[in-house]
């Protein structure tokens, strides 16, 4: 258990049977009052941001997520099946815990997957992945940019020199073209 005051940006902690992620972190004390702590938290299944105060002496239950790499391998009903590398075991990551992300996977994309116990709380794309662009759409008159239609499904706006077969590094944190690869 910590107290409050120890709390800072970065750690994870277990409230309520939920798993977040510390934001922010200011102790505030006031002239008239009792001092707290006041925190912005990260839900790291849903990704809501809370924010939360805590007196200086409560005790929060800090936790420590493990980090392990995983291998993409194709998806399974609602579920996206993952190989683990470190012990070569089968893992099943839920749509819900994917979010955008899915938009982005194709076979053989190693991610980093962040678990409590058997559950998995998030899992972070490479920054740069290269994917093909399978089908472009007629630019408008004037445009500078154009729709491109990636290998994985997602829609993205591309150059207008780009055309279907080529193959594109994307942002995956913004979702946007970086250049012909």
């Known amino acids: ?3 409050a005051n120890q709390i800072s940006p970065g750690m994870t902690l277990n409230l309520d049977g939920k798993i977040y992620r510390v934001e922010s972190c200011v102790k505030v004390t006031v002239a008239k009052g009792t001092p707290f702590v006041k925190t912005k ?3 790291l299944v849903d990704d809501e941001i809370i924010e939360k105060n805590f007196k200086p002496e409560q005790t929060v239950q800090e936790v420590s997520l493990i980090e392990r790499s995983l291998e993409f391998l194709y998806p ?3 579920e996206y099946l993952f190989l683990d590398v470190g012990n070569l075991e089968q893992v099943f990551v ?4 994917l979010a955008e992300k899915v938009h982005y996977l194709k076979e053989g994309i190693q991610v980093k997957a962040m678990f409590y116990g ?3 709380f998030g899992v972070e794309l490479p920054q740069f992945l290269e994917i093909m662009i399978v089908k472009t759409e007629p630019a408008s008159p004037g ?3 154009k729709k491109g239609v990636l290998e994985t499904g997602a829609k993205l706006d591309i150059p ?3 055309e ?3 193959v594109i590094k994307v942002d995956t944190q913004v979702g946007e073209y970086i250049q012909r690869v």
């Open 94 to 97: 839920p749509s819900s815990v």
């Open 41 to 43: 938290l990260r839900n």
């Open 1 to 3: 258990m910590t107290t």
């Open 118 to 120: 058997e559950s998995i």
């Open 164 to 166: 279907s077969g080529d």
């Open 143 to 145: 445009a500078s940019v």
């Open 160 to 162: 207008l020199f780009i």
């Open 76 to 78: 399974e009903g609602k």
